[in-house]
């Protein structure tokens, strides 16, 4: 009989550990032991009584009287984790947390329809860019579709008629040339202040930015390779490493002189820092408390500066999509862009940022006025 912290029983393959999340175990039919860990007692309980019936009852660990919780947790821990690329694993892994779990998630697998499906990505309407939402759907359509090749369910749910709403997109946010200036100036002397330089320098990715390790960096070639893409997950409580966005992400970057010395800088205060967590010694940037800084930290940061600046709000994605704008006004080819940006298709460069700024209209209209100029 397990206990938790206080003493209290908790019951068979059920125990609480010294972090406070429960955990839950049991071996199986192959001699096989199985653990989670929960938050609440309750989720401890309720997956133990649902794996433990799925072992009893079926060869594969799966059956159609099985919850879809218990179906997603077989289908990405023993099939996508072991076939698929991280990012995509973690983008199942959230859409399903975020938004499918609590809509359809202690529904038996084989009593799901498709209003049930389309439930789940009606409610994202409001809130989800329609992106996000197509996600959800591929979501649901790939663990369905697999139960349905493993006869667990006769047909998935989602067929043709489960759509994702049409949602107006909202324009892709960049900084003008002026709220550039205002932010970079609030922003200078803050602790992420070279952080925000180099994205706007380079177009990395946030993830990617942090990923950093010294050995992508050759001050040499004035070269930033990008590797590896990290990023703080609260679940777990600990930074994950994983592979770029897709096969494109793998690149190498051309450093602009400014990027270059706040490299430069960098390697430098590397040697001055105090304390340093061991795991992260090779990182380019790490914090006063000798870690990276969290993904979300960034903006939480640039919501104050901007705030005190009298700037509207922005993410830090923002200043990805700058250093593209900055890019196409200075003339650089779409496909050159495409390259630095890390862009597996170049359609996806063209659509996000081959936007006209009103200054940029005003230009072309004088250039426009100068080579057909009559009398």
Request: proline content about 3%.
């Amino acid at each position: 009989m397990g206990k938790d912290l206080k003493g209290k029983e908790l019951g068979t393959g059920i125990v609480q550990r010294k972090d406070g999340k429960y955990a839950a175990r049991f071996v199986g039919k192959t001699k096989k032991r199985t653990e989670k860990h929960f938050d609440k007692v309750s989720e401890a309980k309720k997956w133990l009584a649902e794996a433990k019936y799925e072992d009893e009852h079926s060869n594969i660990g799966a059956s159609s009287r099985m919850t879809v919780n218990a179906w997603f947790d077989f289908w990405l821990h023993e099939i996508k984790e072991k076939t698929t690329r991280p990012n995509t694993v973690r983008n199942y892994r959230e859409r399903y947390e975020h938004n499918i779990r609590d809509v359809i998630g202690n529904m038996i697998i084989s009593e799901v329809k498709p209003m049930h499906c389309q439930k789940v990505l009606n409610l994202m309407e409001d809130s989800y860019k329609g992106s996000t939402i197509e996600q959800c759907r591929i979501t649901m359509a790939s663990m369905f579709f697999y139960a349905q090749e493993n006869q667990i369910i006769p047909i998935s749910p989602v067929v043709k008629s489960v759509k994702t709403p049409k949602k107006i997109e909202k324009k892709v946010r960049f900084l003008t040339l002026e709220e550039q200036d205002k932010f970079l100036k609030a922003a200078e002397g803050t602790s992420n202040y070279y952080q925000f330089v180099l994205i706007l320098q380079t177009g990395l990715r946030t993830g990617e930015m942090i990923g950093l390790k010294w050995e992508d960096i050759d001050f040499g070639k004035r070269t930033i390779s990008v590797k590896r893409t990290m990023e703080f997950r609260y679940g777990d409580q600990e930074f994950r490493i994983g592979e770029p966005k897709s096969k494109a992400g793998y690149r190498t970057i051309p450093m602009t002189q400014t990027a270059y010395d706040i490299l430069k800088a960098k390697e430098k205060e590397r040697h001055t820092i105090k304390v340093l967590d061991f795991r992260y010694k090779d990182f380019v940037f790490i914090n006063r408390k000798g870690m990276p800084t969290k993904n979300s930290t960034y903006d939480s940061a640039i919501y104050k500066i901007v705030d005190k600046a009298g700037i509207p709000r922005f993410s830090m994605h923002t200043l990805r999509h700058t250093f593209a704008t900055r890019a196409i006004e200075a003339g650089m080819k779409p496909k050159t862009l495409q390259e630095i940006l890390g862009h597996a298709n170049i359609g996806v460069t063209m659509n996000l940022y081959v936007h006209i700024t009103e200054d940029e209209k005003e230009k072309e209209i004088k250039k426009f006025e100068q080579a057909f100029k009559i009398g």
